[in-house]
């Protein structure tokens, strides 16, 4: 099994406690849903649209709970792209090693009543565009992953 690779580094004293997360890439008319994510306590950045696992969960379930959370896209699960690790700061305050699996996400239908994280907007960028526009390497690395795929 490959080495799962570590992405950022770690402030001198700050905790980064491990936190599973889950990604996906979801693609329409040969573009990649991207998210605008505004937190009211830090700076803009944008991201693969997924977040955190919860207690109990799937990394399937928690990409696709994810997904419509942020975008109110129904999407599911195809295949693991690749996993990576990350230090991250989330707004001002919270920091993690956030332990992430990437996933393929086939885009199923729009459910726009389901999007509840309104410091989230949905975007639509082609890969290439989208590679350079993510804010976290541990998200531009699982798109690059998904590129070479073909």
């Not at 889950?22 to 950045?45: M, N, S, W």
């Not at 090693?97 to 729009?110: D, M, P, S, Y």
């Amino acid at each position: 099994m490959a080495a799962v690779p570590q992405f950022g580094a770690p402030e001198p004293g700050r905790p980064y406690p491990d936190r599973p997360v889950a990604f996906g890439v979801g693609v329409r008319d040969g573009q990649v849903a991207l998210v605008r994510v505004e937190p009211a306590d830090g700076p803009t950045r944008i991201d693969l649209p997924g977040g955190g696992i919860d207690p109990g969960e799937s990394a399937e379930a928690a990409m696709a709970r994810e997904f419509l959370e942020e975008t109110g896209l129904e999407v599911r699960p195809l295949s693991v792209l690749t996993r990576a690790d990350h230090y991250f700061i989330n707004g001002a305050t919270k920091s993690f090693n956030t332990r992430g699996v990437f996933f393929t996400a086939e885009i199923l239908t729009e459910r726009r009543e389901r999007k509840i994280e309104a410091d989230h907007t949905l975007f639509w960028r082609p890969p290439e565009t989208a590679l350079r526009m993510l804010s976290r390497d541990s998200h531009a690395w699982a798109l690059a992953c998904w590129l070479r795929r073909g």
